[in-house]
């Protein structure tokens, strides 16, 4: 199965700098990488995602850097902002056969980050 | 981008009794749906995978008499917590698959609901 590791656990920094978060993967036939930000008291909301056809994918100040070859991927926040706090997820996805033929499949999510983005 | 709305937000309710929990997916027809258990300071924990019109599947050391997952139509599924106790107070969280694959990697979550057992 899908084994899914991120680092750092908790992140803190100046306004205005980046922040990278990374995550690892097991499963070589993963091909979908969402990243999630979760606000206190809230559900996760999904921020950006990619899939293996391509290395890298930007929104804005916010980009996801995909490495197939090495089983990980990162997420880089640029220009951090106080509203930027908040705990961040990766997931990767894991797939298993169901008896009709056809597959399940679910999101294994890292442990978190949580992220602070001091003014 | 995807919708996913809970109802409620909030409940305290009483040890022995029981709690019901709604899941909606307001702007897409979700085949799939999932139920995650969240303790402070900690990750997403799969409950159960839910598909319409089907019994759900639930992970390995969750009880399915006690946490009852109902997914009646594409837009709805229900949670409830049967005889509820203090150890099941917690932040449930549902999501809904965009996709159609079921892959289950396009999720969007609702906003989750704090149920408090007194």
């Known amino acids: 199965g899908e084994n899914v590791e991120q680092h750092p656990s908790t992140l803190s920094v100046q306004e205005g700098d980046s922040a990278v978060i990374k995550c690892t993967y097991s499963?070589?036939?993963?091909?979908?990488f969402p990243w999630y930000k979760q606000e206190l008291g809230k559900g996760p909301q999904l921020i950006i995602d990619i899939r293996s056809n391509v290395g890298e994918k930007k929104d804005q100040r916010i980009a996801v850097t995909l490495n197939k070859t090495a089983k990980h991927f990162s997420l880089h926040i640029t220009e951090t902002q106080p509203e930027d706090s908040a705990v961040y997820f990766c997931?990767?996805?894991?797939?298993?056969?169901?008896?009709?033929?056809?597959?399940?499949?679910?999101?294994?999510f890292g442990k978190g980050t949580k992220l602070s983005v001091k003014p | 981008g995807a919708v996913v709305s809970q109802h409620p937000s909030r409940v305290i309710c009483k040890s022995g009794t029981s709690v019901k929990i709604e899941c909606r997916s307001l702007?897409?027809?979700?085949?799939?749906m999932f139920w995650y258990r969240q303790f402070p300071k900690q990750s997403l924990m799969l409950m159960a995978t839910?598909?319409?019109?089907?019994?759900?599947?639930?992970e390995q050391g969750v009880e399915k008499d006690k946490f009852l997952i109902n997914h009646a139509s594409l837009t709805l599924s229900t949670l409830t917590v049967t005889s509820a106790h203090p150890e099941d107070s917690s932040f449930y969280i549902c999501?809904?698959?965009?996709?159609?694959?079921?892959?289950?990697?396009?999720?969007?979550f609702g906003p989750g609901t704090r149920l408090t057992v007194l």
């Open positions: 499963d070589s036939a993963s091909n979908y």
């Open positions: 839910s598909n319409e019109g089907s019994k759900a599947t639930y």
């Open positions: 997931a990767a996805p894991y797939l298993w056969p169901m008896n009709y033929g056809g597959s399940q499949g679910n999101l294994i």
């Open positions: 999501s809904a698959d965009t996709g159609t694959s079921g892959r289950g990697d396009t999720q969007y």
């Open positions: 702007d897409f027809q979700a085949t799939t």
